[in-house]
């Protein structure tokens, strides 16, 4: 038997007991967030995530006139046509309406969100020289049917849809507005006791969305802010359910990757139209008060609509109409809300009365348990409505006094906005209406089947689509410069919104005739893109979409990895030394294949001086000898600028080519008797090394003395690194090496 000592087990057993205790509490606080984390990561949505990450990491990086004319890796030749376009284009934009454009500059100056959205649908790097050249801010003083006239007396054809508000088409709302006010005028602006007629606002809305209780608010983005506050206070739960690439009003606390640099705790965002997203619902019930979606989040700007590729259910469920796939998407989130006993939220601010007369419930077949709608409803005046089931919608705790969901709004139900809302709903809910609908959906799709059947006759890039009367271009070639179609269509005429392209609004006045006009500006600003070389084909340009996509790289890359300002102004003057030297003597196609010849070479011998120093310096120096080859036979050894600034002319060089003519020279003439051949060779290696090294230090001193430290370390650099930026330069002359001779950047 063992002799234990029962001190020593005792101390033994409580050091290990205190591990225990300590590694029960980490598996008590871990293993929870380990679970969540994995059963949310098959429907997580990584973009608002890596959205914040990068608003801290991305700089602004604005390009100059000659990178903006160049940003797709266009050839020389492209430059100036895009240069002369870009300024009629300004002219023309300038000279249509110069009273409002002058009135537009004074609204830019003093009005923070005019100036965001002046060309904020831009990609960033080109904003700066755009907003600089280019005032886009819409100023209207009246509308004619979809027309809308700014101060010049221009008439433009509306489609920005004022924000989704304009439905109907304005005309009518303002028909409404008088009708609305006639109604409550004798009450006028008082707040705190209500009108009759928001009695019968509350019988339509509640036969409309099919829910039990309604409240007012102050606007789409003040209701989308009560239901969720409303759904946290019913069912004790903090998460609200969001999908990426959302938008729930202005406010933080449903902008989890939006414009948000900062973490929303309270907010889970996942990947839509995903099974897995389904799976993280049904895991995290217990977590989560609501799950809030906008009935056509699909459609984002730039975007196709949904369509029939979600396979959520089985083939013989699936419809065919455009709405069919995303359909199946609503229908599954409402299986899996109810059998979870999560609400759902439908966000119909700024599609609601779009695309039916009962919203997206009627248009989708899908009931949500609260429906949030915006102004359209009071035609344009500010009001926000929610509807919902009235446990959900409670105000008070009945079995807790103290605890309430304090929702209020100032202007709620005020006489106005209510006169006019029952205009509309009067309307909304007539059989006249529906007729409307059904006729503006169906000429809505007759046009993008029109439009689409030009374009393809033309073989234009572009393509519409639409999702009722909601409707977008897409663009079936990549290029950097698709977002300036939304210039030339507002020189054709057309009135956006500020995404320009990204989403675009029809309203039911528009006649045969406005959709007409509206293909033709379309195909006009696309031929006129085409002709002005924004669009090149790969006949003009060959491997674009390589070259689009090492610049887009290139320019994030520059932008997330800032060098400090005098690096980054080091770097470009060495990059354009190098751009002078290939455009002025390095332009006939054999003198760049030698060019890359050598260039290879020398980035061998690069690894090769740390191995075998004499083999790389004599490799080193065939290919110099065939690197200047290129130059004394072809094209000229030096040019100007080069002369001007670093003293070099053709009398020097060959003064350094004699000098490494006449060290093998010397050497084979004084070599002693019997002297090994590979001797000599490494003996003259080492020799060529030294002259080479007193070559360039002696060129960067005598540019420290002529130009200062900073000119001689810009010749030093691009000494060192021209085989690595040669070769990028002109690889493609292995497929030319005696071509005709092309001037090329």
């Known amino acids: 038997m063992l002799d234990i000592d029962l001190t020593d ?105 005019l100036r965001f959205a002046d060309a904020n649908r831009v990609p960033f790097p080109f904003a700066r020289l755009m907003r600089e050249r280019f005032n886009v801010a819409s100023v209207g003083v009246r509308t004619e049917g979809p027309y809308l006239y700014d101060l010049d007396g221009n008439a433009a054809l509306d489609v920005s849809g004022s924000y989704g508000v304009n439905v109907v088409g304005y005309d009518r709302y303002k028909q409404w507005l008088d009708a609305g006010w006639q109604r409550v005028r004798d009450l006028g602006p008082v707040l705190g006791p209500v009108h009759p007629v928001v009695a019968e606002n509350i019988d339509s809305l509640k036969a409309i969305s099919g829910q039990e209780e309604v409240s007012f608010h102050c606007s789409g983005t003040e209701a989308v802010m009560a239901a969720v506050r409303l759904a946290r206070f019913n069912t004790r739960r903090q998460k609200i359910v969001c999908f990426s690439g959302a938008y729930h009003g202005w406010w933080d606390g449903v902008q989890p990757g939006i414009g948000s640099e900062r973490s929303i705790g309270d907010v889970l965002t996942l990947s839509e139209m995903k099974r897995g997203a389904l799976d993280v619902i049904r895991h995290r019930a217990g977590e989560i008060a609501a799950v809030l979606v906008n009935p056509v989040q699909s459609f984002h700007p730039n975007s196709p609509p949904p369509n029939d590729a979600v396979l959520l259910a089985s083939e013989a469920r699936r419809t065919q109409d455009v709405g069919g796939g995303y359909r199946q998407w609503l229908e599954a989130l409402r299986e899996v809300c109810t059998a979870s006993g999560v609400p759902l939220i439908f966000d119909e601010v700024y599609s609601g009365f779009r695309l039916a007369p009962g919203g ?104 519409v689509v639409n999702l009722g009367s909601i409707w977008t271009v897409t663009f079936t070639r990549p290029s950097r410069f698709n977002w300036l179609l ?52 790969e006949t003009e340009e060959p491997d674009q979409d390589k070259r689009i996509r090492s610049r887009l790289i290139k320019e994030m890359v520059a932008s997330v990895i800032r060098l400090p300002r005098p690096i980054a102004a080091f770097y470009t003057e060495v990059m354009r030394r190098k751009h002078d030297d290939h455009v002025a003597s390095h332009s006939h196609p054999t003198n760049q294949f030698l060019h890359l010849v050598s260039s290879s070479v020398f980035l061998v011998c690069y690894v090769l001086l740390f191995v075998n120093l004499p083999l790389a310096v004599w490799m080193g120096v065939v290919s110099l000898f065939l690197r200047q080859a290129g130059h004394a036979l072809i094209e000229p050894p030096c040019h100007d600028k080069e002369q001007l600034l670093l ?82 330069a002109y690889y493609r002359s292995v497929l030319r090496p005696f071509g005709e001779v092309e001037r090329s950047a």
């Open 360 to 463: 997206a419930q009627e248009y989708f077949g899908v009931k949500a348990d609260m429906v949030v709608y915006g102004k359209t409803l009071a035609a344009g005046l500010p009001i926000g409505v929610v509807c919902g089931s009235r446990a959900l919608m409670r105000r008070f705790d009945p079995d807790h006094p103290m605890r309430i969901a304090y929702v209020v709004g100032t202007f709620s139900a005020y006489p106005q906005a209510m006169g006019a809302m029952r205009e509309f709903l009067e309307w909304v809910t007539s059989a006249e209406a529906r007729a409307e609908y059904t006729a503006s959906l169906a000429a809505c799709e007759q046009w993008v089947a029109d439009t689409n059947r030009d374009l393809a006759a033309e073989a234009l890039p572009l393509k």
């Open 486 to 537: 939304q210039y030339y269509l507002r020189v054709q005429g057309l009135n956006m919104s500020w995404v320009g392209t990204g989403r675009c609004l029809f309203s039911m006045d528009f006649q045969q005739q406005q959709f007409d006009e509206l293909r033709l500006m379309i195909l006009e600003a696309a031929r006129r893109m085409r002709t002005d070389r924004w669009w090149l084909s």
């Open 9 to 113: 087990a005792f101390a033994l057993t409580a050091g290990w007991g205190w591990q225990i205790v300590a590694g029960a509490i980490l598996a008590a606080i871990l293993l929870p967030r380990l679970w969540r984390w994995a059963i949310t990561l098959p429907g997580f949505a990584p973009t608002p995530a890596v959205s914040r990450v990068l608003s801290h990491l991305v700089g602004s990086r604005d390009l100059s006139e000659e990178e903006f004319l160049r940003a797709d890796g266009a050839s020389e030749r492209w430059v100036e046509p895009r240069r002369q376009a870009l300024e009629a284009l300004r002219r023309e934009l300038a000279s249509h309406s110069p009273d409002s454009a002058r009135f537009g500059d004074r609204l830019r100056d003093g009005m923070s969100d």
């Open 647 to 728: 003293g070099f002319d053709t009398r020097s060089k060959t003064f350094i080519v004699a000098g490494y003519a006449l060290i093998p020279l010397g050497n084979w003439l004084w070599a002693a008797e019997g002297s090994a051949a590979m001797d000599v060779a490494a003996t003259v290696g080492l020799q060529w090394f030294a002259f080479t090294g007193l070559v360039i230090l002696g060129r960067v001193l005598l540019l420290v003395r002529r130009h200062g430290f900073n000119n001689s370390m810009v010749w030093f650099i691009k000494l060192v690194t021209d085989p690595i930026t040669d070769i990028k």
